[in-house]
DNA sequence: ATATATCTTTGACTTAATTCAAAAGAGTTG
DNA sequence: CAACTCTTTTGAATTAAGTCAAAGATATAT
């Protein structure tokens, strides 16, 4: 697949004309990178923006003490680092390869005069903003007003519903990792998955996951606690 | 000052031709609303979206037992509920108002095509959504990588810095909401309020809030936290 | 295959923050 | 100003989650 054919298949760039494809396609840099390879530091000016092609993305902060939280893992087809579009930013946290990945840089300079020129591009942008300031919405919500089961629930039933509502969910990133992107740590991550299995809520065997109960599962993902229910739950 | 003089100056609108401006004073509803009264809830349809003229509003989510996260409070000039303008979207949040409120409506469908009529309309609102993105993101870090004591520091120094590095300062909402917005609750805040005055960090009087030792919140905000230090600070 | 590194789990302990309860203070309205 | 409501503070007890430590399991590379 060609650089212009790749680029009409990214969502940010639907509905764009033939002619400003092959443009971007003039600007873009096709660049590769390994498991562990950073992107980008928190606090690096923002030179352009990114677009995953294939592999996995994981934009994360940092505490002093070392604690991480992921805030997005993205895949292909999906931008980030698009902060450096406006003015004299930085980048507003770390960006890391999880797995082998290929990705498409767009510096900043010729793409904001793009996206200048072309209506249709902005709104993509606004559409992918706008989905993006949900998820944050919903990662707030979870961080603030959840507990770390809960969080979990909701984690295995976005999974299985992204799915079409299988009941066997595999992991695609480790378990560790899963606890950085819920705002947790391992440990206690591990020990929920524990509490879960005595439960018989859910069966696991690594990284593969079996729904036994998704009704009690949603309950806890949904239902407001009361402590006699928590009792029972775990 | 009339309808189109009000539209002009606020930030979404910068830029936008006279005619425009009248075009959106012709779709614009005046609403006023008075403290406590909500403006939608979460889960509504999303039939427009508003812009503060004057008060204070809150965004914000609630839990089943009753806890409540405040995403934003909301001044003059500042849109709101712009998700509506995406397709068939329901509220994510609720929106109440903090004091008595002036606010504008905008209908969902007439702005919608204004916005892709006006290049840069839509790039001021690309503007406005990566603030609003950055501002999340600095709360998902601070739930999730801060302690309440470190949160606070943050929000006094923004206070502070905010007014051109003031030392005195005055609290416009009530110490229960800035709970709510801190991610505590009014038990928690208290204490902490009561801890950093015992340690010379501040003075209050009842909103009133003295920084006594600008450097050593400062270090607070940023500073890792070893158990020693703590012990020193609390 | 063997070594190396990374990930996962479990146990014992600590702690930051919440819950529950109650009282004191401040602000509002008839 | 008196009644009411809302906000703020303090104390005592609880708890969810984190820390520290160590062992086991998995995966990756040479």
């Given at each position: 697949m060609n650089i212009v054919e790749t680029l009409s298949s990214i969502p940010l760039f639907l509905g764009l004309p033939e002619n400003q494809l092959v443009e971007l396609s003039r600007i873009v840099v096709d660049k590769r990178f390994k498991r562990g390879d950073i992107i980008f530091s928190e606090?690096?000016?923002?030179?352009g923006f990114y677009i995953v092609i294939s592999g996995k993305i994981k934009i994360y902060k940092i505490s002093p003490d070392g604690k991480e939280q992921i805030l997005h893992i993205l895949g292909a087809g999906e931008p980030f680092g698009?902060?450096?579009?406006?003015?004299?930013?930085?980048?507003p946290a770390h960006a890391e390869a999880m797995d082998k990945s290929r990705i498409f840089f767009f510096p900043k300079v010729p793409f904001a005069s793009l996206i200048k020129q072309n209506p249709s591009l902005a709104l993509n942008m606004i559409a992918i903003l706008f989905f993006r300031l949900h998820e944050f919405t919903v990662m707030i919500e979870s961080l603030s007003l959840k507990d770390v089961p809960t969080r979990l629930a909701d984690y295995l039933i976005y999974l299985s519903e992204r799915n079409g509502g299988v009941s066997e969910l595999k992991l695609d990133i480790p378990k560790t990792q899963l606890a950085n992107l819920l705002g947790t740590i391992p440990e206690t991550l591990s020990r929920i998955f524990a509490k879960m299995t005595k439960q018989g809520l859910i069966k696991t065997d690594g990284p593969n996951i079996k729904i036994l109960d998704y009704h009690a599962l949603k309950e806890l993902s949904t239902a407001e606690k009361r402590l006699s229910d928590i009792g029972e739950l775990f």
């Open positions: 606090g690096d000016e923002g030179i698009e902060i450096a579009l406006m003015g004299e930013q930085f980048y």
